[in-house]
C-alpha cells in the first residue's frame, strides 16, 4: 500500500508531501490544474518510462520519493534479496532528476537500476485509464489477462518448458541432417584418404626417427672410411706393431741398461692398452655404420610418404595418426547417422508429443476460465447499468507457441441483438470505461497487494451510472487501496479520503498544489463540480446529500 507521495521540483510542484490510507482515496480539481503531475511522478520514481524533461523550470534537479507498506511474504521481498538491498516492512523508493539528464535510483536508501524500479512496481501499483490500451483495449494482453485470471502460472511454465525441449529436439534433428548431408557429400574422398593413412599407419614422433636415421645412414657412407683407415693405423700392421716392436727390443736390452729402461718398457704397456681400448671403439663404430644401404632406400621411402601425406593434407606429420582418427569417426557418422537421425526423429516426436498434451490441457483451462470470466463480468456489469450488455472471451486455435495454441479475445455487444466484436470497436467511451472498471475487479485477486489506480476512468459517465461506477470502486477499495482521479461529484463523494489539486500564479511562476479536504471543504468541492465556479445553496445541498 502507497503510504506517502513526496515530490520536490518536478514539472509544476515546487514541493509536495502526501499520505495516502487504504480504502478509496479521490482527488480532484479542475481541468488542468496538474493532477495527471502526480501520476507523473509516481510513474517517474516506479522506474517507468515518461516525460523526458520533468524537472521544474529554474531548478537543478527533481526528486521524487514514495513510500509503501509492505507485510510478510509480499513478492518484493524476492525481489529485493536477489537485488542484494535492504527489505523490512516499508519500502522507500527514491528517484532524482538531474537538470542534465542524468538519473539516479534508490531502494531503502541503496543505490540500485532503473530496472529493479520497474520490477518492484510490477508487485506494487497498477494504474488504468480510460484508454487503458496496455489492457482491455490490446487484443495481444487479452490471453495474459485470461490467464492472470484462470491461474495457471504452474500449466505456463510447464508449457513453455516442453517447448523449449521440442525446439531444442527440433534444432538438434536439423542440425544432424545437415551436418550428415555435408558428410555424406565427402564420404568416397573420406574412405579413399583413411586408406592412404591406413595402408601407411604413421604414429606420432615417427617423422623425427626416420630423418636421424635418416641422416645418419647418410652420414656413415662418407666417414666410415676415415675410420677404416684409423683403425688400419692402430692396428697389428700400423701402430701396434711398432709399439709391440719397440718394447721387445727394450726388454731384450734392459739387463744391459742398469734399470734405465723399465719406466720407458712400462709406459709403452700402457699405451699399448689404450691403444687396445681405441681399436675396439673403432671396431664398435665401424660395426654400427655397418648398414645394407637398401634399407636406407626403406628408411627415405617412408620419410617422404609420410610427409606427403601430411602436406597433401595440410597437417603436420605428427598429426596424422590423429587426422585419420577423425576421418574415421566422420565415417562412423556417415555410416551410423541414420540410425541417429531416426533417434533425433523419435525425440522430436515425444516432445511433440508432451507440448500436445500440455498445450491441450491448457487450452481447456482457458476455455473453462473464460467462461467463469464472462459469468462474473455479467455480474459486475449489471450494478454498472450495463446490465443488457454481453462480454465474452473468445478462445480459438492459433499457432503453436511457448504459451500455447491459443488466440484469445475479449468481445462485447453492447445492446441485445447487436453483433458482438473487438471492445476498443463496439464499446463508446463511458461504456468502455464500465467495461475496464467491471474487468478490473474479476482480476482483483491482487488487489490487496496493489495499489490501483484509476485515471479518469468514469469519463464520459454520469448521473446514476457515475454513482454505480463509484460504488463499484469503493466496494473494490474495501479490502485494499484505490486511488481516483475524477470529475465526477458522485464518484467523490464516495471516497473515504478526498485530495483537492489545485494550481496558481505568481507572477511568471505556475505551480500546482494538493491538500487534503476535511468534510466542509469537500461539501464545497463537490458542489463545485456540480454547479461550476458559482457554487450555490442548493449545490451546497446537492453536495451534502451525495456525501451522506
Known sequence: MLQALSIRDILLIEALDMEFSAGLNVLTGETGAGKSILLDALGFVLGWRG????????AERGEVTAEFSVPAGHAIHDILEQAGLPAGDSLILRRVNNRDGRKRAFVNDRACSGEILRALSAHLVEIHGQHDDKGLLDAKAHRAMLDEYAGVVSDLEATRAAWRDLAAARKAQEAAR?????AAKDAEYLRHALGELDDLSPEAGEDAVLDKQRRLMQAAARIREDIGKAGQAISLDGAEGLMSDAIRWLEDAAPQADGRLEEPVEALGRALSELAEAQAGVESALEALNFNPHELEQVE????AIRGLARKHAVLPDHLPELAEDFRARLEKIDTGADHIRALEQAVADA???YDVLAADLSEKRRTAGARLDAAMARELAPLKMERAVFSTEVSAGEDGPEGRDRVAFTVATNPGAPAGPIDKIASGGELSRFLLAL??????????????????DRGVGGATADAVGRRLSALAE????????????VAALGAHHWLVSKSVEGAVTTTDVQPLDMDARVDEIARMLSGDII????RSAAKVLLG
Open 178 to 182: 545437415a551436418e550428415l548431408e555435408e
Open 440 to 457: 478490473k475487479v474479476c482480476l482483483s485477486a491482487r488487489a490487496s497487494d496493489l495499489t490501483m489506480i484509476f485515471d479518469e476512468i
Open 536 to 539: 450555490s445553496d442548493e449545490a
Open 301 to 304: 621411402e617412408r620419410l617422404f
Open 352 to 354: 511433440a508429443a508432451r
Open 51 to 58: 516525460k523526458a524533461d520533468i524537472v521544474r523550470q529554474g
Open 479 to 490: 479490502n485494499g487501496q484505490v486511488l481516483v482521479v475524477t470529475h465526477s461529484p458522485q
